[in-house]
């Protein structure tokens, strides 16, 4: 059995995200993704993994490949999403992230799509995510710790627990922002 989970990974979305926009051959996926500076501070991947991965894609059920002969270039395999793959897609932008260290990637790729679809849709992601968050923080605050201060496990509570009060922090400001700034989605 394999060690690597069946259901896609974020990086997968964002390319079924892209694909999603307008249809395109492997390449030129990788050009757009490279060339788009709100992924790329995100997210990075080699071309020989993004094959890897339009593959899986494919096997999903999310995205459909025809090879296309043309007089420049050898044959390409243009992809194209399928009915499945935009609902999959659908569901997992507007899901929050389920743990506070997916947030960096996960939730930022997520929110680039969101706000992109709209802003009632970035909105309403920020809202999901600030109540996970929540949830976390209340977790972790019941938690008692009967560590001395001095205690790595201590130190490593309080760490997640600053953490999540800065991501509780950032969504709410983010979420004024984009309550009063319908442009700035």
Same mark, same amino acid.
């Given at each position: ?19 999603? =926009? ?17 992924? &790329?501070? +995100? @997210? ?10 339009? *593959? ?6 999310? $995205? ?5 002969? &043309? ?7 243009? #992809? ?5 793959? +935009?609902?999959?897609?659908? $569901? @997992?932008?507007?899901?929050? $992230? *389920?743990?506070?260290?997916? +947030?960096?990637?996960? #939730? ?26 929540? *949830? ?19 130190? $490593? ?9 800065? &991501? ?6 983010? &979420?004024? =922002?984009? =309550?009063?700034?319908?442009?700035? +989605?």
């Amino acid at each position: 059995m394999s060690p690597r989970p069946s259901a896609p990974l974020s990086l997968e979305f964002i390319l079924l995200g892209l694909i999603i =926009e307008k249809p395109m051959h492997g390449y030129d996926l990788y050009r757009e993704l490279s060339r788009l500076e709100e992924l &790329t501070d +995100v @997210w990075r991947v080699k071309q020989s993994l993004l094959y890897a991965l339009l *593959e899986k894609l494919e096997a999903a059920g999310f $995205v459909t490949s025809t090879l296309l002969l &043309t007089e420049s270039h050898l044959a390409r395999r243009e #992809f194209r999403p399928t009915p499945d793959g +935009v609902v999959a897609f659908q $569901v @997992w932008i507007a899901l929050p $992230v *389920e743990h506070p260290r997916a +947030v960096r990637q996960e #939730f930022l790729a997520k929110l680039y799509f969101a706000r992109k679809a709209g802003r009632l849709n970035a909105l309403a992601l920020c809202a999901a995510q600030l109540e996970n968050c929540q *949830e976390w923080l209340s977790a972790l605050q019941n938690q008692s710790s009967s560590q001395p201060p001095a205690a790595f496990k201590n130190m $490593v509570d309080r760490y997640r627990l600053h953490m999540i009060q800065a &991501t509780i922090q950032w969504l709410q400001e983010l &979420t004024r =922002e984009l =309550e009063a700034n319908p442009s700035n +989605v």
